[in-house]
Every structure is written in structure tokens, then in C-alpha cells.
């Protein structure tokens, strides 16, 4: 790694804010963005999708209290909420515990997105936003590169945003979006992780080449890096076997070296030169309290050299 590279920071991804699984109170939302900030985390990740608005809502709420100035924000647009006919039911369908208010629409068309964020402004209570990412838009490539992406490129012209790119949960669709656009960040989530490295086959050198900024989310695949165990969860499923097997056998090499599975997980991420920025979700002060603990240990060298001599990172460790 370069002496002079600029460290990667931790950001705040807020889906826990959306009641993603469980529902947490308006005050506990609150107080976990109190944390974050208390801890001089400056960078804060929503959308849309996350609670059919509500972490939008929450978002914006607790942050109103701060300068603008002094932090930014992250949300997305290709999924419009549109009011629901049926109000009766949840959004658990969906993982998130909430009324089912609104459905989702799939819209990466250019109406589609200024409409999008122009709703989320209003429910984060903000005149701008400073990122804006085309979500997940693994089933409207064409839609997406056609007319979703010029859209934010004019937004960004027109000073309305700062930055504009993709985020999603794989690494081939954004590696295009590295090499064939002009976008200046995008968002991968999930595979870039001590268990999953694909994003080293295609989004990251692409990244480095272009000089594309990448933010990792789903460091610990959705809690599996987390705290492998039974009932551990990787990529918001039952872990498969082989995949428990590794990640203890990952955590007791990380606890011979004197830190958790949780700090190699997150450094890992933070380490490669193509990395910004590493988004973590929490839905508490003390997971956030946590999340930051584990980001600022240091990681011996010994570890990374171990877990590759067991070949549990093949012939990889942090760059």
C-alpha cells in the first residue's frame, strides 16, 4: 500500500433504520446516528428501498441537528415509491418491518430518477444530496446505462448532485459501469470480503485503472463475518456449511493474532487501494460503538499471511 494513500473512512450504512428484520424505535434510529457521529463517522448511506422510506425519514431527522457542511450523504434511485392500494399488510416480503404503505417500481428511466430524488430530498429534508446511486439495476442493464445513468450525469452537470455512480451486490455490472461511463464512485456490496473476493477479478483493477472510487458494503456478508455460527446468515440466507467451516476457522486464526473476526474482516475490506470508503450497518449505539472499535484495530501482517498458508484467502491478503 502506498505510504501516501488516504486511509479508507467508515461510513454509515442505515437499512437497520428502515427496520430491516426487526423494527427498532424512532428514539433508537436517533440515538444510533447520535453514536456514528459522536465517533466522527461523517458519511451516512440510504435509500429508498430501506423501509419503504423510513431510513430516509430517520436519516434526515437525526442529522438536522449538525451543519450540512459537515457531513455527506449517500441515497438511490431506480425503485419509486408509489402509494400501495392495499395497506393492510407488511413489507417483510421484502425484509423490512414496516406497513406496506407503498410498493417499489422499478424505474431507471430519466423522469424516474429526478422523481425519485426529489421524494427522497423531501422525506431526508435536504435541498441536495451529495451521491446518488443507480440501485441494483442487475435486471434493467439496458434501461440503466441508457437512460438512468445520463440522467444523474445531468444532475451532476447541473450542480444538483456531487457524485454519481452504482451500487449493487455484485462486481461485473459495476466494473462496466467503471469502464464504459464517467461515474466517479460506485457501491459494492458483498464481494469484496474475506469470503468473497470476485470484485479482485474485474471491478477493482478497473477501478484502480480509471481512478474510480469504490465503497465496500456487506463487509461481514451480512453477519456470517460477523459471528460465524448456528444460524449464521450469509448474504441474507442460512450460511452453507462450507462456508461456516471457513469463517471459524478464520476466526480462530484472527483470535491467535489478538483481534477479532470482526476487525480482519473490516480491514481487509479497507485495505485495498481502490477502497474509500466502508459502509457498516447498525441498528444500536452499542453495534455502532463496535463496528468503529473493530475498525481502528490493528490488524497484524502475521494474520493475513496465515489465513493464506491454510488457505483460507487462496494467494490473497490486503494490498
Not at 40 to 51: C, N
Not at 66 to 91: A, F, I, N, Q, W
Not at 169 to 191: E, H, K
Not at 236 to 265: I, N, Q, S, W
Request: proline residues 5%.
Amino acid at each position: 500500500m502506498s505510504a501516501a494513500r488516504t486511509p479508507a473512512r467508515l461510513g454509515l450504512g442505515t437499512a437497520a433504520l428502515g427496520n430491516l428484520y426487526t423494527r427498532i424505535s424512532d428514539e433508537q434510529a436517533h440515538a444510533t446516528v447520535t453514536a456514528a457521529w459522536d465517533l466522527g463517522i461523517r458519511s451516512y448511506d440510504t435509500a429508498p428501498h430501506y423501509g419503504l422510506g423510513l431510513s430516509e425519514r430517520r436519516l434526515g431527522a437525526a442529522l438536522r441537528e449538525h451543519p450540512r457542511e459537515r457531513y455527506t450523504v449517500s441515497t438511490k434511485v431506480g425503485r419509486r415509491l408509489e402509494p400501495s392500494p392495499d395497506t393492510g399488510g407488511d413489507d417483510l416480503a421484502n425484509g423490512f418491518a414496516v406497513p406496506a404503505t407503498h410498493r417499489r417500481v422499478w424505474d431507471f428511466t430519466a423522469d424516474g430518477v429526478r422523481r425519485s430524488l426529489d421524494a427522497s430530498l423531501e422525506r431526508l429534508g435536504l435541498d441536495h444530496v451529495d451521491t446518488v446511486y443507480l440501485h441494483d439495476p442487475d435486471d434493467h442493464a439496458e434501461q440503466a446505462f441508457r437512460e438512468g445513468y445520463p440522467a444523474l450525469e445531468k444532475l451532476r452537470a447541473e450542480g444538483v448532485v456531487r457524485a454519481i455512480g452504482a451500487g449493487m451486490n455484485q462486481s461485473a455490472m459495476l466494473a462496466r459501469f467503471v469502464r464504459d461511463t464517467d461515474v466517479d464512485v460506485v457501491l459494492c456490496a458483498g464481494r469484496y470480503t474475506l469470503l468473497d473476493r470476485s470484485a479482485l477479478a474485474d471491478l477493482l483493477p478497473a477501478a484502480l485503472a480509471k481512478g474510480t472510487s469504490v465503497v465496500v458494503g456487506g463487509a461481514f456478508n451480512s453477519g456470517l463475518l460477523a459471528d460465524p455460527g448456528p444460524g449464521a446468515t450469509y448474504d441474507y440466507a442460512a450460511a452453507p456449511g462450507e462456508l461456516l467451516d471457513r469463517a471459524l476457522r478464520m476466526k480462530e486464526a484472527a483470535e491467535r493474532h489478538g483481534v477479532t473476526l470482526r476487525a480482519a474482516a473490516l480491514a481487509f475490506c479497507a485495505a485495498h487501494p481502490a477502497v474509500t470508503d466502508v459502509l457498516v450497518g447498525a441498528r444500536s449505539p452499542a453495534e455502532v460503538d463496535d463496528c468503529a472499535d473493530q475498525f481502528a484495530t490493528a490488524v497484524p501482517d502475521a494474520l493475513w499471511r496465515d489465513l493464506r498458508a491454510a488457505g483460507l484467502v487462496d494467494d490473497l491478503e490486503p494490498s
